[in-house]
DNA sequence: ACCTGAACACCGTTCAAGT
DNA sequence: ACCTGAACACCGTTCAAGT
């Protein structure tokens, strides 16, 4: 869902490594290519890329380690995109390509928690994906730009006014791809250390004093682990029922 | 606010680096120093990293630069602090050192409300400070333990189960370290760069293509500039209606 | 047009050695 | 007890040079 994370504000605003005015020039139209293939194109590189981050992690995903996968030298990676932050926006939008839309018949309500569900799904089905789409910083790409526009128009069409659509939008991405990046913290640490480090931080909670922290100490059990889908269902709850009140708030305050 | 980020996990839970089980170790007793107090302690190192923070933000803060800062060798630190992870650990618990507690006899959700505004404005108080919480990763310092505290007793003395309360700290927490940490991204580009970004970037959407984009173009004044304040009340709100209709709805269930 | 060699300017961290 | 020298194993990126 969302799309539209703190990466897209990166990519609007001249991006931190003043270099970027350029970044939002048109996407390259494919030039006519007379010739063979060449030895290597983008779309390739990309999906070394997803290859690589499935294999090594978020970590490992270095511009020297995409090129020794890919046969090739590091340094021939800038012949065909400017820079990791350009690989990670590639990145970003092909991890968002199996996203399916919500069926829009449904009421706003259902569609936003589909889109959610959705985004969740596509995030979980690469590691460390959530990682790639908080660390991106591009809505350049046609499949983040059409989530961003599937988003924006239920809300839209929900009745939200231009302002509280944008707000409520940012608030969603922000929400899921934050969500999806802490379950997934340890998706790989050995079973055995993460039930360990699990009991271990459980205890130490416990172990505080109890007149100074008594709410942690109570909820160190539902602090330190807890059922993924039922968590997110809650934030989901949350903004859902949230984004309902603040609507229905707002048509009472137009009909006074 | 809220206190236990992502971090937080990740200091339960064995950090990543397979190498910390250690780290849930009761906080060092600062041992009795019998003779003249060394030439360099930890709270010295951390108060000239958050100084180094101010001046360079979270790129420039290494631990090769925080050393040059105090007039020692990189290796020195190491004797001070077991890794990189630690300082930011303990910067984040320095950051929040200012957070004042909410009235308790106000409503839980003004409770909330303030301790949202107040952990706002302690990040804000320091540059990429909403970074440094989001990477830090350990809520072992007092300081945000205290926080933690705060908002877990608001939310159950609200009425919320204890998994409630849970879920309802990260989330809150979640939000405002992100929302913190979008809002500051571009704090230190020049302003005339910023502002022909800006103006750049919304070309750029209203360029795109208008029958695939359209909600994106109608929106595109509004994702790219907005009044941060008033973005962040907006975020508040959905949240506070979003927790108060679930405890009516939790409420009314009970009572059946 | 595409790729490489070789370098530049960095990182975090370790560890034997100094005092 | 505390700090340093010197190294290890990396990073992203540039750029002249090759083909």
Redesign the interface.
Known sequence: MLV?P?A???????T?R?KS?MK?Q?PKHSAPRPQAEPALNQKQIVQAALQLLDEVGFEGLTMRNLAKKLGIKAASLYWHMRDKEELLSLLADEICEPMREPDRTLSWQDQLEILGNEFRRVLLAHRDAARVLASSGAPSGPNI??L??IL??TL?DAGFS??????????LN??IV??V??ET??A??PAE??A???Y??KN?FK??PPD?????I??A????E?DSN??FK??I??????????LAHRKARNQI
Chains 1, 2 share one sequence.
């Open positions: 539209l703190s897209f504000v990166n990519l609007c605003i001249f931190w003043e005015l939002l048109a730009l059409r961003t526009e924006l128009r839209l231009s302002k509280d659509a944008a707000y409520a939008g940012f608030m922000d929400f934050m969500f990046s802490e913290q340890f790989h640490v250390s993460a360990a480090a699990s271990n931080a130490w172990a505080l100074q922290y008594p709410s942690v109570a909820l059990d539902d602090l330190v807890s039922e968590r809650f934030g709850m949350i903004l859902r029922s949230g984004l309902e009140s603040c």
